[in-house]
């Protein structure tokens, strides 16, 4: 008697479907690769080419597709470094700290640079580190000074804030 096996629902929901691409120089299965992934959710050029060549297809053929995107506006690596940029502001990320996440979701280090440089012009990090400030003197309230700075320091330097910024708030709402 054969003993049945049981098929886990991960085998029953890609049976039949390869996880690689039959041909890895196919360039319109690769193209709509690309399609589904801009579906999902924006990305630069750098995170699409990443998540292309792992899926299987040849670095060529990414190449090709990938350009084709951007002649066609689909991938705007300057338009996402903004956004993402905006997004961590909001999180009172600080400028090291804003590069470091433009870099690890696949924008090119010179972008990312050039982007936070933008917004640090504009003084977008500064009022990020203040808010972080206002935030933790809020959260701290009626505990010791030294405990207070301390959290604060450690909070800006997890999120990437310029030292002497943080030295001046903490002089400024830590006494």
């Known amino acids: 008697m054969m003993k ?3 098929r886990s629902v991960r085998d029953t929901r890609v049976a039949g479907v390869s ?3 039959d041909d890895p120089n196919d360039l319109d299965a690769c193209r709509e690769a690309a399609l589904r992934l801009l579906d999902a959710a924006p990305r630069p050029s750098g995170a699409m080419r990443e998540r292309l060549v792992g899926k299987g297809y040849a670095p060529e053929v990414v190449d ?7 002649r066609v506006h689909l ?9 993402a940029v905006r997004y961590c502001a909001s999180r009172l990320m600080g400028y090291r700290g804003a590069v470091m996440e433009l ?4 924008v090119n280090r010179q972008l990312a640079q050039h982007v936070c440089d933008e917004a640090e ?4 990090f500064a009022e990020a580190a203040w808010e972080l400030g206002r935030r933790t003197a809020r959260k701290t309230a009626g505990l010791d000074v030294e405990v207070r700075k301390r959290r604060f320091w450690s909070a800006g330097g997890r999120k990437g804030h310029d030292p002497e910024v943080l030295r001046e708030i903490a002089q400024e709402l830590f006494v």
């Open 103 to 106: 870099k690890r979701k696949g």
């Open 64 to 70: 090709d597709v990938i350009a084709r995107l951007i």
């Open 121 to 124: 012009s504009q003084g977008v």
């Open 4 to 6: 049945k096996t049981r």
């Open 75 to 83: 991938i705007d690596d300057e338009a996402y470094a903004q956004s």
């Open 19 to 21: 996880r690689t691409p």
